[in-house]
């Protein structure tokens, strides 16, 4: 809400907002005042700042963070976490910076910092979004700064790409465990994610009207990458959905009605008893189980795009990444062509 005051002998409207520079301007009216306020206030609704442009140098590191996330990361499908690391930032005491006071070597300290308390993979996502926030407000909100004072900050070495597969005897470990959970949905979870190869946020997405069993193929709806898909189910697959549906109530849409946490939860307790006798299992993810099933595509000698259309993925390289197959097992094909 603008304020409005006689200020020597003229009305003077004053505008602030969270994220933008403060605006304020005299006139010798308060109707005048008043109206040229609510232009304002409707120009930052609409995320309209021209004219405004040239106080933008003013702007504090804080206010810009708080902008970009009010605009751009309240858009994003993952705005949740995003939100989460720039409230973190928020935190720090350069964010009380002006965006013209921070240097190259504000951000080299702040990695520094950082790589003594997480990992160097997290400090990547940490300087990669702040980068992407300094080039959008320089982009965007015409921000002046000669560069992006993160442009040329040395990024941590990506750690090796993660290549956990099942072991022998992991699989039949897991599902003998979770057939006497009470939570009799985390045997069906585990075995649809190795036949399809789909991420835990896409599985507890899933509802009955999603599956055609005429056609065996699965709707999976607004995946990761912001696009729905519709993948091919095995024999296996569809049986293990046929069990779920016993499992569950009348009343459910959902195909397994279960939050993220529950299922994380009952997740971490698998593996927990399973550890106890078997102490391997503990580094075992249950992204993993994607990993897994992507490589034993094509093991089953699927192509690129086949797996593709299953995995969602749209980059051949990230394809890849999730590809892991066994030399022993290339043997046998090898020598057959022999």
């Not at 490589?295 to 980059?315: M, N, Q, W, Y």
């Amino acid at each position: 809400m603008a304020t409005i005051r006689l200020n020597r002998n003229k009305w003077q409207a004053i505008v602030r907002r969270t994220g933008y520079p403060q605006q304020s301007k005299s006139f010798l009216s308060k109707t005048d005042a008043r109206k040229w306020a609510r232009q304002i206030e409707a120009k930052l609704d609409a995320g309209i700042v021209t004219g405004l442009q040239s106080l933008a140098t003013d702007m504090r590191v804080d206010e810009l963070l708080l902008r970009y996330k009010g605009t751009v990361t309240s858009k994003k499908k993952g705005r949740a976490s995003e939100g989460k690391r720039i409230d973190a930032y928020l935190r720090h005491s350069w964010a009380k910076l002006r965006v013209t006071a921070v240097t190259p070597a504000t951000f080299s300290a702040y990695r520094d910092f950082r790589l003594k308390q997480v990992q160097p993979a997290t400090v990547r996502r940490d300087l990669g979004l702040l980068r992407a926030i300094f080039e959008y407000g320089i982009r965007e909100w015409n921000i002046k700064l000669s560069e992006n004072p993160l442009a040329r900050i040395q990024k941590p070495k990506e750690p090796p790409a993660r290549k956990r597969r099942l072991e022998a005897g992991e699989l039949q470990r897991l599902i003998s465990v979770s057939e006497r959970h009470r939570e009799r949905w985390m045997k069906n979870g585990i075995l649809l994610a190795l036949e399809t190869g789909m991420r835990r946020g896409e599985i507890l997405k899933l509802i009955w009207s999603d599956l055609n069993r005429e056609s065996s193929t699965l709707l999976i709806r607004d995946s990761k990458n912001g696009f729905s898909r519709t993948i091919p189910l095995s024999k296996e697959a569809i049986q293990i959905l046929s069990n779920q549906k016993i499992e569950a109530t009348k009343s459910d849409d959902l195909i397994f009605p279960v939050s993220s946490n529950a299922f994380q939860l009952s997740w971490q307790r698998c593996k927990k008893r399973v550890g106890k006798s078997y102490p391997a299992i503990s580094d075992l993810r249950f992204h993993d189980l994607r990993h897994e099933a992507i490589s034993r595509f094509f093991e089953l000698g699927l192509t690129i795009p086949e797996v593709a259309l299953i995995s969602g993925h749209k980059d051949v390289r990230v394809l890849f990444r999730y590809t892991h197959l066994r030399a022993e097992d290339v043997v046998g094909k090898l020598q057959k062509v022999q």
